[in-house]
């Protein structure tokens, strides 16, 4: 069972990690993030007064309920193909679903390992100003330091890549509070219960690095050693 949980700040690259780790260790990448955007774009098990207000409250940058993430995350961690484990990324972000998540994986005996992606403030800002993403396979590029071969384009695809809603620039000042207020605590929360939380340097490395880091922290060195 590999039950991982990649916890960072929004821009400190867990959508990229939680990509190439999903690809070797064949477990799914749990992305509440995309979750949430895929139901709001469907309406799925919601009204669609409640898909407009969950929009609202992403694209403000603030959190979405925890009774409505801590459902979504529990049925989705149940289905079959997370039997053998998953990447969880974007939860838990506050101390309520915390301390849930940690007496949900209690009672299934599943003991995860929580990789903190630490990364520098500046850094995260100019990150996250110059992130694209493709619309059709969710590929990440950045203007400044993982452009696209031709501009604007995903590699892929060739399909134009777009800014997210939240990646404008007063959202993201607010993505950064919440985290701060919010998600950080989880950190201290997760530490003094004990859990098992490895801290990554990921300010400065290229994914491929910081992957390897990763990859000797969960000993998992078939990962490492297929990317060299
Ligand atoms: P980032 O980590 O870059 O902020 P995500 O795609 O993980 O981006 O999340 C986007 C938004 O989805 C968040 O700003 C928040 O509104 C909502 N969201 C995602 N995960 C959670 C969660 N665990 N609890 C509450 N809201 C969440």
Redesign the pocket.
């Given at each position: 069972m590999k039950a991982i949980v990649l916890f960072?700040?929004?821009?400190?690259g867990?959508?990229t990690q939680a990509k190439l780790l999903t690809e070797c260790l064949a477990v799914p990448h749990v992305?509440?993030?995309?979750?949430?955007?895929g139901r709001i774009r469907q309406e799925v098990g919601m009204a669609k007064e409640m898909a407009a207000t969950?929009a609202a409250?992403?694209?403000?940058?603030?959190?979405?309920?925890?009774q409505?993430?801590?459902v979504m995350?529990e049925e989705r961690l149940s289905e079959a193909d997370a039997a053998q484990g998953f990447v969880l990324?974007?939860?838990?972000?506050?101390r309520a679903?915390a301390e849930r998540f940690c007496a949900w994986l209690d009672g299934r005996g599943i003991r995860e390992v929580v990789i903190h992606l630490a990364v520098d403030y500046n850094v995260i800002i100019a990150r996250?100003t110059g992130?694209r993403e493709c619309p059709r396979c969710g590929t990440l590029y950045n203007v400044a330091f993982h452009p696209p071969k031709v501009d604007e384009l995903c590699d892929l695809d060739g399909e134009a890549l777009v800014v997210?809603d939240?990646?404008r620039e007063p959202?993201i000042r607010?993505?950064l509070d919440?985290?701060e207020r919010?998600?950080r605590p989880v950190l201290e929360y997760l530490l003094a219960a004990g859990r098992r939380v490895v801290e990554v340097d990921a300010s400065n490395d290229p994914p491929d690095l910081v992957y390897r880091k990763i990859g000797q922290a969960i000993e998992t060195d078939d990962c490492s050693q297929n990317r060299r």
């Open positions: 960072g700040s929004p821009g400190s867990k959508g992305s509440t993030g995309d979750m949430l955007r969950m409250t992403m694209q403000a940058g603030a959190l979405v309920s925890d409505v993430v801590d995350v990324d974007g939860y838990p972000r506050t679903q996250l992130r997210r939240d990646d959202v607010e993505r919440a985290y919010q998600t």
